[in-house]
């Protein structure tokens, strides 16, 4: 059968309500409460003003400036309309090609998570990232410790479900291409700034630039690997096929010209060109793993060099497409790098302003920021435990139909040989639909959809589930009963399978609108896929355009769609 394009205009329409009314209302209403708390206790006055906060290494200060923009930029990113029907699919889905099975099971856990509650989990994760970025950027001392642990954590959730654990598991990855994952870089940052802060002083710089020496190491080793594909000279060079793809999404026209130039340029010096690329990652390796010792800047301002030049033509700057949703890996490496360059370790923060003034201002800036993480972290873990939303049900199928028409009755014969007439238990509302006993695409998913709506609904629910058959060549009783055994419909309380004579059933078909078309050697018919909310009296209240989608999301998005309709007419 055939499907139908996406409805998009709701779900945007929807996305932007709950992440622009919905969600800042309850900020604003937790940060009020907030700043009530704190102001009675006076605490907001002391905010920043401990010894250790007014004393910040400089080093410190670069490392929560850099990264709470990141974070900035990231949560800005979570507002494009496409996240929450593309992230999952669009970003996560092809992360998991290739990953070991555990990886991959518990990538495929997240996808079906965040499409059952696209709209929350979207506007939830926007708000966490703006609120993490904006306490990350004003707070210091013990607040700044505990957003700099939140940071890691968040950061490591995401690297290994939203990235894949940033592909090294997956052969052909390239530092070019955006391994080891951006993500894998907060991480080392929000542990850094978890520390204490002697601990930072001692810890930070040396193993910072250690770690990133020994990741350029292993980067340059992949670089060079044959499989990789970047020494092939021609349009069969990695950079220049990967360029050639980036520089066709939507973006300004003079970027777009770089990254194709880079590719050019790569795809004619071929071998020439990676013995560059390795030789920039090794000497920048080497000079990091000395620069402390020797007191050198120069390794890091080479490595940010090449990181800047590449970022630009070998991951586009990351950010256009629709469903970017970071800066990808090599600027987050490269600010990683300079925050933590010698001679920048012990050296204080100069300040600029009254500390009472900056102390006030980021008091109240921090306050709204930990109001966004309430309250994305809550309506996120609430979610989760909560029942589908219907967001891919309206993409898919758009918004049922109000209707208020008379509901013509019929008699047919049901699954266990006697009449069946429409509406014959009185007080009941009657969900109808039509199914082919013979088909094996749409059918069976709507079949799944019915079995999981009667699970939800009370044992004693006022409601009768009708299908009718909707099979010229396909009718009989037999057809009817393998098609229930099937599917698990035979223990579905109160549903009924009816059938009739061929004429009877083109009659039911035609007072409800429903096309069946089929030839005698067709495996299966071609039908509307509709079902209709009758109430009691014989009207119908509801027409639900229902083209499944074969997913257990897209199942429960669509029971949750006619849960709600249903407990409209009085069904729960």
């Known amino acids: 059968m055939s499907r139908r394009p996406l409805d998009l205009a709701n779900i945007i329409a929807i996305f932007h309500h709950a992440l622009y009314v919905t969600s800042i ?40 400036w850099s990264f709470g923009v990141l974070w900035l930029i990231d949560g800005i990113l979570q507002f494009q309309p496409s996240m929450p029907l593309g992230l999952a699919n669009n970003v996560v889905a092809p992360a998991a090609v290739g990953t070991p099975s555990w990886l991959h099971a518990l990538m495929l856990h997240g996808i079906s998570v965040w499409n059952s509650h696209p709209i929350t989990l979207a506007v939830g994760v926007a708000w966490f990232q703006i609120g993490l970025g904006l306490v990350i950027l004003v707070a210091r001392g013990r607040t700044s410790r505990i957003a700099g642990a939140v940071s890691a954590a968040w950061a490591g959730l ?84 990967m360029t050639r793809s980036m520089s066709a999404i939507a973006q ?85 790098a300079w925050c933590a360059a010698p001679r920048e370790e012990t050296a204080l923060t100069q300040r600029y302003m009254p500390r009472e003034l900056t102390s006030a201002t980021s008091a109240v800036v921090a306050t709204f920021a930990s109001s966004m993480l309430i309250f994305a972290a809550v309506s996120m873990g609430l979610a989760t435990s909560a029942s589908a939303e219907n967001t891919l049900f309206l993409a898919q199928n758009g918004s049922a139909s109000a209707v208020d028409l008379p509901a013509k009755t019929f008699t047919l014969t049901n699954q266990y040989g006697r009449p069946f007439t429409l509406g014959e238990h009185k007080g009941r509302v009657t969900l109808l639909t039509f199914l082919d006993p013979h088909c094996w695409t749409d059918c069976p998913l709507l079949a799944n959809q019915l079995a999981q709506l009667r699970s939800q609904l009370s044992l004693n629910a006022n409601l009768d589930i009708v299908a009718v058959a909707a099979d010229p060549y396909h009718e009989t009783l037999a057809d009817v009963r393998h098609f229930m055994k099937q599917h698990g419909l035979d223990n579905v309380r109160n549903f009924y399978f009816v059938t009739g004579q061929l004429a009877k059933v083109r009659t ?27 109430t009691p009296s014989a009207r119908t209240h509801w027409i639900v355009p229902d083209d499944p989608i074969a997913s257990a999301s897209g199942t429960s998005s669509a029971v949750s769609e006619l849960k709600a309709l249903l407990s409209l007419e009085g069904v729960h």
């Not at 995401?158 to 052969?171: C, E, H, K, P, T």
């Open 158 to 241: 995401i690297w290994l479900v939203g990235n894949g654990a940033g592909g090294v598991f997956i052969s052909g990855a390239s530092l070019l291409f955006g391994w080891p994952g951006a993500t894998f870089f907060y991480v080392i940052a929000g542990i850094a700034l978890s520390l204490e802060q002697r601990q930072f002083l001692a810890l930070f710089s040396r193993l910072t630039l250690r770690t990133l020496s020994v990741l350029l190491v292993i980067g340059a080793f992949l670089q060079a690997l044959p499989s990789t594909e970047f020494w092939h000279g021609g349009p069969t060079n990695a950079l220049a096929q």
């Open 25 to 64: 209302l309850w900020v604003g209403g937790i940060a009020i409460v907030l700043l009530a708390l704190l102001m009675s206790t006076r605490r907001i006055f002391a905010f920043n003003l401990a010894p250790e906060d007014i004393s910040e290494p400089r080093s410190r200060t670069y490392l929560r």
């Open 508 to 534: 039911v078909w035609r007072n409800f609108g429903v096309s069946v078309s089929m030839k005698p050697t067709d495996k299966m018919s071609v039908h509307s896929d509709l079902m209709f909310i009758i």
């Open 252 to 336: 300004p026209h003079w970027l777009a010209a770089i990254v194709r130039g880079g590719g050019s340029i790569a795809a004619t010096m071929g071998g020439g060109f990676n013995i560059i690329v390795i030789l920039w990652l090794m000497v920048s390796a080497v000079g990091l793993w000395m620069a402390r010792s020797r007191a050198w800047r120069w390794p890091v301002w080479t490595l940010i060099a090449g990181a800047v030049v590449f970022w630009v033509i070998g991951e586009d700057t990351a950010i256009f497409g629709g469903v970017a949703t970071d800066v990808n890996s090599l600027i987050p490496l490269a600010l990683l």
